[in-house]
């Protein structure tokens, strides 16, 4: 049952059939000249419209709902195995006493990263993606009822490990955090630019491997300032801890924005 | 591979519009794609064919028109098309935020008979 986006709603295939029946009857009266008639009948029927609209209609919803609740909403990206549980592990722990935090993990096929988070004691909503490779507003909208009413300061929603597909995807959340490694090599936002383009935060992790791979420091922060221009950018290190205050007084202070703003209203 | 779920968003809003139109078939569907909307036109256009088939959007062509990113520099109050994996202003180097074009995924027309 989906009361919000009416999923459940049968739609399509039925007047499919239906066209199909009208277009035999057509064909039938005009007898042998086929495909002349076709031609003639050729028409173009405008339509403009964007095919994330009921994406973007559901992320919308979203944000209200986070928006009204007072949740700061992040949507945490990376390629497979950057990192993305591991800091979410660390920010649970290191954040428990200070706020109601909870997660919503999409993965292909397991449910081991929800666990993971789970050990930290916060709750948390595993979305088996399957074949798909993103999670969607739809799927998140879902998951929020499965949370129930409970206050919540900070969601944190971990995406499917993909540089491409989560991309076009609006969850509704407030801040799009790319998390990338040092393992994977410096020129990673020129490869995807899409992704990196609209980071609000992108988060270089695993600098303690940084000397054991050769990472050049330098040339990677520059092609990420290029990449995406409206990012902040941590370089921490999930393992050791390193860079990690920096991301949690960011959060701290994202949430107070946020609460502030909602306050004035 | 998130074509897929592309491609069946937009089969179904065609055949619906073919079908209120009391068209027969779909001949063809002109699409508008950004280069930073980050689809595959192959990807597409075969997960389009897969999932077409036995329907009145079998063997559609899909037409598809690839929109360039610009950004705007507001120092320079002016549009320019930025370079792959950069979003410097070519005049003043400003890194540019603004994306004004490039992200679009858009359904222009069917056409129909
Ligand atoms: N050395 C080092 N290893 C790390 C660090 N962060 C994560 N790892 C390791 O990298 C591997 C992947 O980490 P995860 O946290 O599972 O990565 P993920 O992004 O959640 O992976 P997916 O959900 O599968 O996409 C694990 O073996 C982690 O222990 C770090 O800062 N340094
Ligand atoms: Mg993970
Ligand atoms: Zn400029």
Redesign the interface.
């Known amino acids: 049952m989906c009361d919000h986006c009416g999923c459940s709603t049968p739609s399509s295939p039925h007047s499919h059939s239906h066209a199909h029946e009208r277009a035999h009857t057509h064909s039938q009266d005009r007898g042998h000249h086929h495909h002349h008639d076709r031609d003639e009948e050729r028409r173009t029927i405008a339509l403009h419209q964007s095919l994330m609209a009921k994406n973007d209609r559901l992320a919308e919803q979203n944000r209200g709902f986070f928006k009204g609740r007072g949740t700061l909403a992040l949507n945490i990206v990376s390629s497979p195995g950057s990192g993305k549980t591991a800091i979410l592990e660390a920010t649970l722990r290191a954040l428990q006493d200070d706020y109601k935090m909870a997660t919503i993990v999409g993965d292909l096929a397991t449910d081991n990263d929800a666990a993971r988070l789970r050990a930290t004691g916060a709750p948390s909503i595993q979305i088996t993606t399957g074949t798909v490779c993103h999670l969607d507003a739809h799927m998140i909208q879902h998951a929020i009822e499965d949370l129930g009413r409970a206050p919540l300061d900070l969601l944190f929603i971990e995406n499917v490990g993909n540089l491409v597909c989560p991309a076009g995807f609006d969850l509704g959340e407030d801040v799009r955090v790319v998390v990338t490694s040092v393992t994977e090599g410096e020129d990673k936002p020129q490869k995807y630019p899409s992704i990196f383009q609209n980071a609000d935060i992108v988060l270089v992790n695993k600098i303690d491997l940084a000397e054991a791979v050769g990472y050049d420091r330098k040339r990677a922060l520059e092609i990420l300032r290029n990449a995406a221009p409206g990012a902040l950018i941590l370089e921490l290190s999930a393992r050791t801890g390193a860079g990690l205050d920096a991301w949690y007084n960011l959060l701290r202070a994202r949430i107070r924005a946020k609460v502030g703003t909602e306050a004035r209203h | ?2 074509e ?3 491609a069946e ?2 089969l ?2 065609a ?11 779909i ?1 063809q569907v002109n699409l508008r794609i950004g280069l ?4 595959v036109e192959e990807a597409l256009t075969f997960a389009f064919e897969a999932l077409s088939e036995d ?2 959007a079998q063997g559609a062509r899909l037409v598809i028109e690839p929109i360039p990113v610009t950004c705007y520099c507001e120092t320079c109050a002016a549009f320019f098309e930025p370079p ?5 202003c070519p005049t003043c180097q400003a ?3 603004s ?1 004004k074009s490039g ?11």
């Open positions: 591979m998130h897929f779920g592309i968003s937009l179904n809003t055949l619906e519009t073919a079908a209120r139109a009391e068209a027969s078939k001949e930073l909307a980050g689809v329907t009145p792959r994996g950069s979003y410097r890194p540019s935020r994306v992200r679009e995924l858009q359904l222009i027309s069917i056409e129909v008979s």
